[in-house]
């Protein structure tokens, strides 16, 4: 999770169309497995987590993040989140990687790292920016190391020790869009988010198209904004 987005949207972060979106289709990746016991890796504030933990019968959540100054706990739903500076073995089901291997110079090798520390049969939800023809300022600002086609991060995690079960992109329908604005300003990579905060009519209409989305997602192996990887410790 990126923190620098967190800074720019505050409090509206999980009324933003993006972040709103992503967690419907992160709950429709993960639904099927019912996971009871998560490790978010590179969680930042644990949005992602937080949010399984107070729409899925999930029971508790360890975050994980180099950048947090101190251990500490709290809570969702009446659910315990553990948020850690690092984690030994952990009998988590479910570890998220939601927008973190882009950040890294190794991915291969933060992907076996956390496969280690989970038992056997345990699934990892993985998103990552897609199309490294997108690369803009955005990403220079967020400090991404780079962005993936499908069959590039299904090859990192593979080679990370997992299997994959499936892998799709998402944000297929404003990828046109999003497209043609970073292609418009290709030649600028100075550092600057393009997520803002959007009027109510235009965050409206922006989720409404995600939420259209969802249905043929899992089939969606064509273009996107996002790629997401479900894959699975053997």
């Given at each position: 999770?990126d923190?620098?987005?967190?800074d720019?949207?505050?409090?509206?972060?999980?009324?933003?169309?993006?972040?709103?979106?992503?967690?419907?289709?992160?709950r429709?990746?993960?639904?099927?497995l019912?996971?009871r016991?998560?490790?978010?890796?590179?969680?930042?504030?644990?949005?992602?987590?937080?949010?399984?933990l107070?729409e899925t019968?999930a029971?508790?959540?360890?975050?994980?993040?180099?950048?947090?100054p101190s251990?500490?706990?709290?809570?969702?739903?009446?659910?315990?989140?553990?948020y850690?500076?690092d984690?030994?073995?952990?009998?988590?089901?479910?570890?998220?990687?939601?927008?973190?291997?882009?950040?890294?110079?190794?991915?291969?090798?933060?992907?076996?790292?956390?496969?280690?520390?989970?038992?056997?049969g345990?699934?990892f939800?993985?998103?990552?920016?897609?199309f490294?023809?997108?690369?803009s300022?955005?990403?220079?600002?967020?400090?991404h190391?780079?962005?993936?086609r499908?069959?590039?991060?299904?090859?990192?995690?593979?080679?990370?020790?997992?299997e994959?079960?499936?892998?799709?992109y998402?944000?297929?329908?404003v990828?046109?869009l999003?497209a043609?604005?970073?292609?418009?300003?290709?030649?600028?990579?100075e550092?600057s988010?393009?997520?803002?905060?959007?009027?109510?009519?235009?965050n409206?209409?922006l989720?409404?198209?995600?939420?259209a989305?969802?249905?043929?997602?899992?089939?969606?192996?064509?273009?996107?904004?996002?790629?997401?990887?479900?894959?699975?410790?053997?």
């Open positions: 999770m923190l620098k987005e967190e720019i949207l505050g409090a509206d972060i999980g009324r933003h169309w993006y972040y709103r979106s992503k967690a419907a289709a992160l429709r990746a993960v639904g099927a019912s996971p016991h998560l490790l978010d890796v590179g969680a930042g504030s644990g949005f992602f987590s937080r949010h399984l107070a019968p029971a508790s959540a360890l975050c994980v993040d180099i950048g947090y251990d500490r706990d709290d809570s969702v739903a009446g659910k315990p989140v553990h850690r500076r984690t030994g073995p952990t009998d988590c089901d479910l570890v998220l990687m939601m927008d973190v291997l882009e950040h890294v110079d190794d991915d291969r090798s933060l992907v076996r790292h956390y496969a280690a520390k989970v038992p056997s345990a699934h939800l993985v998103t990552v920016p897609a490294a023809f997108l690369w300022g955005h990403d220079v600002f967020l400090e190391k780079r962005r993936y499908l069959p590039e991060i299904e090859a990192a995690i593979r080679d990370g020790g997992l994959i079960v499936c892998g799709a998402y944000f297929g329908l990828f046109p999003a043609a604005m970073r292609l418009a300003g290709r030649n600028t990579t550092p988010s393009s997520l803002k905060k959007h009027s109510a009519l235009a409206g209409l989720t409404a198209a995600c939420a989305e969802l249905p043929l997602f899992p089939y969606n192996r064509l273009a996107g904004l996002s790629a997401f990887v479900l894959a699975k410790k053997p």
